[in-house]
């Protein structure tokens, strides 16, 4: 189901959000930006892919991660085609909007994915959900973060392999008219303590919709924006004091200054054709990880969900 009219989103009203780009004084002739702008949308490119970190390892780990917008529509959609394509190590999966038991046959039987977990919401039939699918067997699984009020909603699959803890997750949104920004910024304490307490032990990867755009830079229109939910002061606060306990945001790390790199867009007034999006899906690692990590990737032109999918490539 489009997300246009669900409070699960990640972006509001599209009059807040700016399906349609401001309307700007006309810039004067001559700047590339003005030119660019004239010919019509800027569309983001992915970089060339890095093959090996800063010390000069190649990669051999590669996570992608991808809110699918229900995994029953995203199937019909050829998205499994893609990830055959891609031929992640780990794939991770949010919004799944599925229990166990209804997944489409062709997931379950993915042979090369033969360690598959799922979390869905307790009480809510469609509503949210992640999965973790690896080539390798994980040493543990754990679902949630151990706060009843938040594991309810199968928000989080934990996964441990030998030198890193894997973290799938899809953070909950505020809601149209922020209704829910009280708990957010409840489940962004309890799950920063979370992560805090699993990079005591060692590293981690945390992957998934994060249902914040950090900076300016991280949407089309942040003017218009900034009392939408994935955009408030609190929610943007809450990504930073995260990244202050010992993370870092590997595409920010990477490419600081890179524009135009959304993943989502509403399925309204074309916004994806225009580029008029949100980055809010992520890599975000421990910081004792940065030596080890290669690249980060937006695959903006894959198609089968508002969102598309993101890649890490590890060098562990």
Known sequence: MPKRGKKDVGVADPKQEGAEPEKKKAKKSGSKKADQETD???????HPEKQTSA????????VTSWNVDGIRAWVKKNGLEWVRE???????????????????????????????YWACSDEKEGYSGVAVLSKKKPIKVTY?????EHDKEGRVITAEFDKFF?????VPNSGR??????????WDVDFRAYLKSLDKKKPLILCGDLNVAHKEIDLKNPKTNK?????????REGFTSLLEEGFADSFRHLYPDTQYAYTFWTYMMNARGKNVGWRLDYFVLSDALLDNLCDSKIRSKVMGSDHCPITLLLAV
Do not use: H
């Open 144 to 148: 949630g973060i151990g706060v009843e």
């Open 227 to 235: 009392k939408t939910a994935g955009f408030t002061v609190e929610e």
């Open 166 to 170: 894997l973290v799938a997750a899809y």
């Open 86 to 116: 891609e031929s992640p190590d780990i794939l991770c999966l949010q919004e799944t909007k599925c229990g166990e038991s209804a997944l489409p046959a062709e997931v379950k039987d993915m042979p090369e994915y033969p360690n598959k």
């Open 177 to 186: 008219g922020l209704v829910r920004l009280d708990y957010r910024q409840k």
């Open 55 to 62: 010390k000069g390892k190649k990669w051999n780990l590669k």
């Open 40 to 46: 019509g949308p800027i569309m983001y490119s992915d």
